[in-house]
Structure formats: C-alpha cells, structure tokens
C-alpha cells in the first residue's frame, strides 16, 4: 500500500495524481475533481475521494 511521497507530483491531489484509475472531471466553470473509477465496480472506494489521497490499497501506477 503506498503512501504519498515522490509518486505524487501534486501534494494537493495525492496518489491519484499518479494512479492509472484516476479521472479527471472538469466543469463548464473550470472546476475539477478527481474521480476513482474503481468505483463504478468496487464498493469499497469512494467515486470522488476527499484530497489528497495520502494510501490506498487500490493505488496503480500509470502506465508510462
């Protein structure tokens, strides 16, 4: 389970600033918020998480 540290470029974000299961949503006012889609299938996570995500047994890098 990582925790934030250089995996995170943005510390105001968290993980899911590196995590491949991270959207971004941005609204007609420029507003974003950053959705985990692993919860459309797994309960267990929150579609938009309180930032930053500091662990998470869901954290997967991007792919390069």
């Known amino acids: 389970m990582p ?3 250089a995996r ?10 590196t995590c491949r ?3 971004v949503q941005t609204t007609a006012r420029g507003s974003r918020f ?3 889609r692993r919860a459309e ?6 579609r938009y998480p309180p ?4 662990e998470c047994p869901g954290w ?5």
Not at 60 to 64: D, L, Q, T
Request: net charge negative; glycine share 2%.
């Open 21 to 23: 299961h991270a959207a």
């Open 41 to 46: 299938t797994d309960p267990r996570y929150l």
């Open 34 to 36: 950053w959705r985990c």
């Open 60 to 64: 997967e890098a991007k792919e390069a």
């Open 51 to 54: 930032l930053p995500v500091r």
């Open 3 to 5: 925790s934030s540290d």
């Open 8 to 17: 995170s470029p943005d510390p105001a974000v968290g993980l899911c600033a």
